[in-house]
DNA sequence: CTGAAAGCGCTTACAG
DNA sequence: CTGAAAGCGCTTACAG
């Protein structure tokens, strides 16, 4: 049996086999009242026959209020788990109040955001929750004043009035770094994400913070930060570590560059010897040897609550913009508990 | 400054402010030639002030093939790395052909798969992807069969004639239980997902068709398999192994299984006793002690690969259905390669 | 080069 | 209880 791809059917269609008029078809399918069941039975029939199934966008099109039914997510890169809890808790949202989700990753490109957004926004999504890199973005912004619901997640903007969810990002690294400094190191790298991500910025701040209020300089080789593919880190991690003059604790702003850092200490044997905090959680950190302390986030809640807002916009709220701040608290595992190394080669030392 | 979420500008809005025929606007804003450079600017200038953005569910209603721009994806669980790497891997297809992904996660429920199903369809998607639970329920057959293109994941179907692109997942279970036979070991368990999902139950019966071939006989309280949630699976392994007369190997057949397994094994210190081996691979399994040996799939090639016969059934091709099945192989770690232990008591000797 | 008419698949608002 | 007309925002197919 070869398919041949036939015409969808349509309403027409259906009131053509019934022999009725496509009006009463149209309310046999919307469960209207008031059309006798002779002829319910056999646009029933007729439906079934065919394989009838309305199309939303025509119908949409006409209805008043006219809602898609469909909300955009802008992210990251979904492949992240970090991205894709957060999707799942928005997914949950959307689909009790009967809402699918466009996603689309930006990879942290201007360039590809925009172009998720005003696809989105060509296709007429109710709303979106956005992880952005340009806030500020005309599309975006004209949008936003149009009336288009848009919540910002893990991110603030500013000229742009919206509401938004995010973590504490640098309160969470003021905390790892502390972490860090009470026990005992004074010599700490940063490692984190481009800082053209916000919450990449806000974490670097939060461990300037930190290390000025102990009193600390921190000397600008100690900030390493950059936008790499996931599985770059591991290189870049390992040769830093090489080097002559090793910090004696690193803090790894980001699940990724966690991962590469752990695999380089492992594979250098100095996870015994060097300190690490990491911010966000990431799997089996607690398996370890030791066990990688880190400053999670709770992404499923804010993906939850970003979409309880944007629903909350759909339906017509129209309260001030609401921002609401996660805090974030060290999971100490070992890893960030180690102290500074006696036998570390200083960098004085190594000089000499 | 308030603002008042005012009715979306149309061509016909557009047309009035630039003073001219809603069509030439039509022109204007679809590149076409044959306009006076005049009426451009005098278009280009209205629709910038009023920040007007064309509909396209309007335009795609009207024109000829009427695609949409937008695929579905139907999924398990966009929460489970496994899946997110597939949805990067479609959207990454979909992106360079001008396409969007919605995605969906059914969570194994047919009910919930069959109302993605239906959104989707009703939204007039161009062509699904889908992880079945059901893969011959009406609703999807009868789109089929009236030629809406789908590419099913990680599944076979019967009675069902579309492409699909799998894992070899039988084979990479007998693959995983020879590895621990070739260890010496002959009192496996196995621990599962629900088998009504295509994938758990292709790898319980690789699991199966292994022993048979080893000349083992399996006792039914080897066989452990069921829904649960990812969280569930730790305490279930642990209860498991506590009993008397614990197997000398497991083969955990799902990434979270396999994680709640190691937690259990560490948490009972058990992890060098007892030889585990995983379907599916999770981060950090290189790293923790003894490494975590796995069969991992390659979700990224799996999607980008269903993606890209999706796109060309959207296209036009008409081949017969396409089959396509990815090799598992053995990914050994250490845990995977651990000799039975010579001092567990064994079933007999506990229970006198 | 520009525009008025018809139609995509449906719903709304009116008639009978 | 049933249906013919108008319209959602746009494109196609024809006129001028």
Wanted: aromatic share 6%; glycine share 10%; with cysteine.
């Amino acid at each position: 049996m070869v398919v041949t791809p036939s015409r969808r059917p349509t309403m027409r269609d259906v009131a053509r086999r019934a022999g009725v008029s496509f009006k009463t078809v149209s309310r046999v399918v919307n469960d209207e009242t008031g059309v006798s069941s002779e002829l319910v039975g056999r646009v029933e029939k007729a439906v079934t026959q065919l394989g009838y199934r309305p199309d939303d966008r025509a119908r949409r099109l006409r209805q008043r209020g006219s809602h898609t039914g469909t909300i955009g997510f802008v992210l990251v890169d979904v492949a992240n788990p970090f991205f894709s809890s957060i999707l799942r808790g928005i997914e949950e949202v959307a689909r009790h109040r009967g809402s699918l989700v466009l996603a689309g990753s930006s990879d942290g490109l201007v360039e590809r955001e925009h172009q998720l957004v005003g696809a989105f926004i060509a296709r007429r999504v109710d709303g979106l929750v956005v992880v952005s890199v340009d806030p500020t973005a005309s599309v975006l912004r004209q949008e936003i004043e149009r009336g288009t619901p848009v919540v910002f997640l893990d991110l603030e903007t500013r000229g742009v009035r919206a509401d938004l969810v995010r973590s504490d990002h640098r309160g969470g690294a003021r905390a790892a770094t502390a972490h860090l400094l009470a026990a005992g190191h004074r010599d700490i790298a940063f490692f984190g994400d481009d800082p053209a991500i916000f919450s990449a910025k806000e974490r670097r701040a939060g461990f300037r913070q930190a290390m000025r209020a102990a009193g600390i300089d921190v000397p600008v080789h100690r900030i390493v930060t950059g936008a790499h593919p996931p599985d770059a880190w591991r290189g870049i991690m390992t040769d830093y570590l090489r080097r002559p003059d090793p910090p004696t604790a690193i803090f790894t702003a980001q699940n990724f560059v966690t991962l590469g850092a752990a695999r380089a200490l492992h594979e250098l044997s100095l996870q015994h010897r060097i300190a690490q905090i990491g911010f966000d959680d990431v799997e089996l950190a607690d398996l370890v040897e030791p066990g990688i302390s880190v400053v999670p986030q709770q992404p499923f809640v804010l993906g939850g609550r970003a979409a309880e807002l944007l629903f909350e916009r759909i339906g017509g709220a129209d309260h001030p913009a609401v921002r609401e701040i996660v805090r974030c608290n060290v999971v100490a595992r070992g890893s960030g508990e180690l102290p500074p190394d006696p036998l570390r080669t200083t960098g004085v030392a190594a000089r000499r």
